[in-house]
Structures are given as structure tokens and as C-alpha cells.
């Protein structure tokens, strides 16, 4: 597609439910990034793949938090037994390749505003 | 682990005002250097990079920015600012080697007054 695309849009949630976000990055990126965006925060890097392999899980807030990408496109972050303290912007950027120089601008999506009530 | 500080977090302007937003960052390493840009209610949009070489880049809409390597910094300018300048301003810097995500500054909120 023309940019990277992230469903849904908003996300409105109870405390303990799971939540899934999915990203489309932009065809051909092989690198893609998922960032979350909060208001004491700011924006935090949380996970990046290269093809289907994320060598850096750390940036992860805790445990209830992973993220999975298939045959080198679309990831999904997913979100267990949500607390209130997850409710933020997750977003999704990718790259056409992760290493240095130009190649590697990241684009970003729209974001998955998530509301855990 | 790099960090980011943008110095300014609210700043307030009339329009064909100079503009400068401050950015210094924290690592020795070879960095490739970013500001972004985020209108009320669009998503983060590039307005300019440092790769290497000539350390004044030009970006969109008239902003400029250099690198100053011995003051770790990457000041954003505009000469004349307008009223469509109203954004959020963040400053985001690429390490060469470890984690490769950016790293972003807290962000300046940039309201200009017509």
C-alpha cells in the first residue's frame, strides 16, 4: 500500500481483556518497529523486526506484552490482561532496512489509540 | 543506553516569528539524526534527516536544521514560522549499532498565534 496501515484505529477496552494491534507496513520494508506514544511517556521504542525475527525483546514494558510478524509483512502486537497504565498510542513504522544510511527512515502509521477503562 | 533532550517543551509564537527548537543527544557513536512532526490529529511525518555530510539539512515547509557534533546537538530552525506550523516537534536519533528503534525526545508543542 501507499503507507503503513494499523487496525484498528481506536481500541476501547476493560481492565484484564487482551487486546491485539495489527500493522501493515509498507511493501518491501523489511524492518518494521512498533513504538507506544503516552502522555507521561512520550514515545518509547518497544520492539523492532527484521523479517520475521525480533533479536531485541527488551524494550517490551513486561511479560503480558508481545508482538509477532509473519512471512515478513504484517505484525500484531498483542496485550495480555490489559491494565490501565497500557492506555496509549501504539505505533507501527517500517523501513526498508534497519541498518545505517539512508535507507533506514522509518514511516509511520496512524497509530492504534488503545483506552483501558 | 542514548538518550534525547528537547529543552523547550511548550513554546509559543506569532506568526513570521524565527523559530529555533533545541535537541542535544547522548551518544559518542556515529548517529543518524531526525525530526518529526505531528499536526493535530495526523500521524508523525518526517520533516528532516542527517545521514552524513553536509551537517545543515534542509527539510519541508522551510525548516533547516545542523548538526553541531561537538555539542551533540540538532537545533531545528525555521526563519518566518505561519500559523499551519502548529505541531508537536520531535527530535529522534539512530545509533549505528544495538538497538536499532529511535530513540525520541519528550517533544516541543509549537503553537503559533496569527
Known amino acids: 500500500g501507499a503507507g503503513v496501515s494499523q487496525s484498528p484505529s481506536n481500541k476501547v477496552t476493560e481492565k484484564g481483556k487482551d487486546v491485539e494491534l495489527r500493522c501493515d507496513p509498507i511493501s518491501g520494508h523489511t524492518a518494521l518497529y512498533w513504538y507506544r506514544q503516552s502522555l507521561g511517556q512520550g514515545l518509547e521504542f518497544l520492539i523492532y523486526?527484521?523479517?520475521?525475527?525480533?533479536?531485541?525483546k527488551s524494550g517490551l514494558p513486561s511479560d503480558r506484552f508481545s508482538a509477532e510478524r509473519t512471512g515478513g509483512s504484517v505484525s500484531t502486537l498483542t496485550i495480555q490482561r490489559t491494565q490501565q497504565e497500557d492506555s496509549a498510542v501504539y505505533l507501527c513504522a517500517s523501513s526498508l532496512t534497519r541498518d545505517t544510511g539512508s535507507l533506514n527512515e522509518q514511516f509511520f502509521g496512524p497509530g492504534t489509540r488503545l483506552t483501558v477503562l | 543506553a542514548q538518550s534525547v533532550s528537547q529543552h523547550n517543551h511548550h513554546v509559543i509564537l506569532s506568526e513570521a516569528a524565527s523559530l529555533e527548537l533545541g535537541c542535544n543527544y547522548s551518544?559518542?557513536?556515529?548517529?543518524?539524526l531526525f525530526w518529526y512532526v505531528q499536526y493535530p490529529g495526523q500521524h508523525l511525518q518526517l520533516l528532516l534527516k542527517y545521514f552524513s555530510g553536509d551537517p545543515l539539512v534542509k527539510g519541508i515547509k522551510g525548516f533547516e536544521a545542523e548538526f553541531i557534533k561537538s555539542k551533540f546537538s540538532f537545533n531545528l530552525r525555521k526563519p518566518s514560522v505561519q500559523w499551519s506550523d502548529t505541531a508537536e516537534y520531535f527530535c529522534?536519533?539512530?545509533?549505528?549499532?544495538?538497538?536499532?528503534?529511535?530513540?525520541f525526545g519528550k517533544g516541543t508543542h509549537l503553537i503559533i498565534q496569527p
Open positions: 551518544y559518542g557513536g556515529t548517529v543518524n
Open positions: 523486526f527484521q523479517g520475521n525475527s525480533a533479536p531485541d
Open positions: 529522534a536519533v539512530k545509533t549505528g549499532g544495538g538497538a536499532d528503534g529511535l530513540t
